[in-house]
């Protein structure tokens, strides 16, 4: 048999969201860019949304072959194309998820272990798909995860673990200690925690312990970050666990797609941008799934229509929102270019939106995705997060990092890990119309604080691009990975 020259990496990104898929896919065009032969595994109705990418962004040269395996959704009771956690409409439907996901498992598996070229030197698996561990130890080759999630959220988790927290947060208002960091002091509410920690959590314990100990057993962690961000969180996760934490990124900077030129959405986002003064405009948006129940939209709508800058406001879910609320985002939102608080419907071309010099600051719900994104393009942001492992990035952000300033949510809002349909919640807002303007006003206002989160943002930016240019932690972190696969 013939020697492979250099490795072949093959990518099995965790079918949660499409933020997971769009960071592992960028992760492969940064490993086909070192030279690595590079392989992305996904289902039928994800190898769309992989190969655009893919042929966006593809470095010169190099090749990254796509393969869609079938997902058995019906048979699990599951609507087709249902293929992503995110498009799970009830808590009930989450158990057939995992059960479907671990047939297709099966199918990825018969598909790695036929022979070469398939065979890979290296597997990264997205964080549940625990069933990629046999394989690899089949083929006798490493296996590295990718979360998704930072490296301080992930010592966080790992910290909590090590204390057995898994098995002991009494209520959803206890508050735990989770100062990882030190100076830095780090407490968050019970309800706050990722859902490894919640009683009432769709998922079940039993899944949970089982990616955990997926976690423990993989020989390294890869992770969309750069060492010189997370305060050395990378290294210590490294000692605690014992095998290799790789930040490789920004994926955001080296893999920046240009701009789908099928898109209307981001036709209308580039050219409404453009007619704006620099750093005037805010940006607003919860994500690739992140839905604000109506009572909390409003409040939010009302703060962003009234305050004293542009916005540029992102909504999933808009056609299931109750008919006045659509009716006040009719009259008070659309319009032309010259409009003050843009809505969009659709996909905003997120990464090219937050490198528009007239952006000044982002309100995010804190997922890993957006804030590394922020912090690449040097803009400070409000911080609202809503569920998952956002909380604890909200503290990054906000007390560690000073490049942004929160909201005040204290509440996590209902998803279906968590047992709660998506964008349901209280009838009431939690965050007040004035709070979301006080919060603006301490970003963009021109204040010492803010300037002083901007400054540090544009700090962080530099830093970003640094690691990644030959020399860089980020640059070094990725030739390791791809040695450690020769
Ligand atoms: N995103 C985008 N356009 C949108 C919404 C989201 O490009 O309209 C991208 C965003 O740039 C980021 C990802 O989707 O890369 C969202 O990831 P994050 O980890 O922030 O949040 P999640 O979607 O996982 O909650």
Redesign the pocket.
């Known amino acids: 048999m013939e020697t492979p020259t250099k490795p072949h990496f093959v990518l099995v990104p965790w079918i949660g969201?499409?933020?997971?898929i769009?960071?592992m896919t960028d992760i492969g065009c940064l490993l086909a860019s070192h030279g690595a032969s590079v392989a992305i595994i996904t289902t039928p109705a994800n190898a769309s949304l992989v190969q655009s990418r893919v042929d966006r962004v593809t470095p010169r040269g190099a090749v990254i072959a796509v393969t869609a395996i079938p997902f058995p959704a019906a048979e699990a009771g599951l609507p087709e194309e249902c293929e992503r956690l995110d498009l799970t409409t009830s808590p009930a439907m989450v158990p057939a998820f995992f059960q479907a996901n671990k047939k297709f498992g099966e199918a990825v598996a018969h598909y790695c272990l036929q022979d070469a070229p398939r065979r890979p030197s290296c597997i990264v698996a997205g964080m549940c798909h625990t069933w990629t561990l046999p394989v690899a130890r089949d083929l006798g080759v490493p296996c590295y995860i990718f979360h998704?999630f930072g490296a301080f959220a992930l010592l966080c988790i790992d910290h909590l673990y090590r204390q057995g927290r898994h098995e002991a947060i009494a209520s959803a208002d206890e508050v735990v200690d989770i100062s990882v960091l030190p100076p830095f002091e780090c407490k968050i509410l019970g309800r706050q925690l990722t859902p490894h920690f919640l009683p009432s959590m769709s998922m079940g314990s039993g899944l949970m312990q089982e990616v955990r100990e997926f976690d423990m057993a993989v020989d390294g962690v890869v992770v969309n970050s750069f060492d010189e961000l997370e305060h050395g969180s990378a290294a210590l996760l490294a000692a605690a666990a014992g095998k290799k934490v790789l930040a490789v990124g920004p994926v955001?900077l080296c893999c920046a797609p240009s701009l789908d030129p099928e898109s209307d959405d981001a036709r209308r986002c580039m050219s409404w941008l453009d007619g704006k003064k620099a750093e005037s405009v805010v940006y607003v948006?919860f994500?690739?799934?992140?839905c604000i129940p109506p009572a909390q939209l409003m409040q939010l709508g009302m703060a962003l229509v009234s305050c004293r800058w542009p916005v540029m406001w992102?909504i999933r879910g808009a056609d299931s929102l109750p008919d006045d609320v659509k009716a006040w985002l009719r009259e008070n939102t659309d319009g032309d270019c010259d409009s003050k608080c843009l809505v969009?419907r659709g996909?905003?071309?997120?990464?090219a939106i937050l490198a528009h010099p007239a952006v000044g600051g982002f309100m995010?719900?804190c997922?890993?995705?957006?804030?590394l994104?922020s912090v690449a393009a040097g803009v400070p942001m409000v911080t609202w997060p809503l569920f998952a492992e956002q909380f604890v990035n909200e503290k990054l952000i906000v007390d560690v990092l000073g490049v942004g300033v929160s909201v005040g949510v204290r509440k996590p809002t209902a998803n279906v890990l968590t047992a709660g349909k998506p964008g349901s919640g209280e009838a009431k807002a939690e965050v007040g119309a004035e709070q979301v303007k006080s919060a603006l006003e301490k970003l963009m206002g021109g204040g010492v604080e803010g300037e002083d989160m901007r400054r540090k943002a544009l700090a962080c930016k530099a830093k970003a691009n640094a690691s990644l240019k030959e020399g860089g932690s980020s640059y070094k972190n990725l030739e390791e990975l791809i040695q450690s696969c020769v």
Do not use: K, L, N
Request: aromatic fraction near 8%.
């Open positions: 969201s499409i933020s997971h769009v960071s998704g955001s948006s994500g690739s799934a992140g992102v969009v996909w905003a071309p997120q990464v995010t719900h997922g890993w995705g957006s804030t994104e």
